[in-house]
């Protein structure tokens, strides 16, 4: 059975995931729900390990398949450490990232294909799909600008992927606004280029009329 309380914020580099995922999380809390704020890849001691893996270093270190299993290695960890416990007693789970990264990563923009990506959602995810997923859409050069600016102020190496081409950035906005047309149930679109409060308050609408009660 879908689980209602889960939640994933998905889209570009730079689109605001993070502070978005942070914001929501508060915002549960606030009204006195025990919120598990996590991310991919990672969101389990197993999954962070292999997250270095995918995050550091050059641009074409794996294959499309073998970079697809490591996120799935990872992806299982945290489900069986992580998500599926915090489900399991009540707790909302906001996960910056989850599957449909790997399929626009991956699946698509990397070029391994939609049918090995869904054969492996079946294995490893199963029912556990998301009960929302908010794509933080924007131009790629405004995403690509603010990463940027972030990864100069975090200094930070995990900009693996931000450093492929912008071809691959456009392919895979595209991507992420075809899986939202393919499953509406599920996804909603927000407009990532406006500032902050106006974002939150979009994903605010979009949770509160989909699943808070
Ligand atoms: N709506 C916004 N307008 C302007 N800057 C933003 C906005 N949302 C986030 N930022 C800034 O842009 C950078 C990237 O945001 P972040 O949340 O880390 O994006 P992501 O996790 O999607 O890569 C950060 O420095 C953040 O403070
Ligand atoms: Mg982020």
């Known amino acids: 059975m ?5 939640i994933t914020l998905e889209g570009g580099e730079g689109a605001g995931k993070s502070t978005q995922a942070r914001l929501l999380a508060k915002r549960l809390e606030g009204l006195g729900y025990e919120v598990v704020l996590t991310r991919e ?21 794996w294959t499309a398949r073998t970079e697809a299993l490591l996120h799935f290695a990872a992806r299982e960890d945290h489900l069986a ?4 416990p915090a489900l399991a007693r009540g707790a909302w789970v906001i996960s910056d990232r989850f599957v449909d ?7 698509i923009a990397q070029g391994l294909g939609e049918a090995a990506i869904k054969t492996l959602s079946a294995l490893v995810i199963g029912e556990d799909m ?3 997923t908010l794509i933080l859409d924007l131009p790629v050069d405004l995403g690509l600008s603010r990463a940027h600016r972030r990864a100069g ?5 995990e900009d693996r992927y931000e450093r492929m081409d912008t071809t691959f950035h456009q392919t895979l906005r595209n991507a992420f606004l075809s899986i939202a047309h393919t499953e509406p149930q599920r996804c909603v679109v927000i407009d990532a ?14 949770v509160t009329s989909r699943l808070v009660t």
């Open 101 to 107: 990264s790997t399929f626009a990563y991956q699946g």
């Open 193 to 206: 280029a406006s500032d902050t409060d106006d974002v939150a308050r979009q994903i605010w609408h979009s």
């Open 153 to 157: 102020a975090d200094n930070s190496a």
């Open 130 to 132: 998301p009960a929302l």
């Open 2 to 6: 879908t689980q209602p309380r889960f």
């Open 81 to 84: 450490r992580t998500i599926r």
């Open 41 to 61: 890849p990672g969101g389990s001691p197993g999954a962070e390990a292999i997250r270095q893996l995918l995050v550091t270093g050059e641009t074409d270190r």
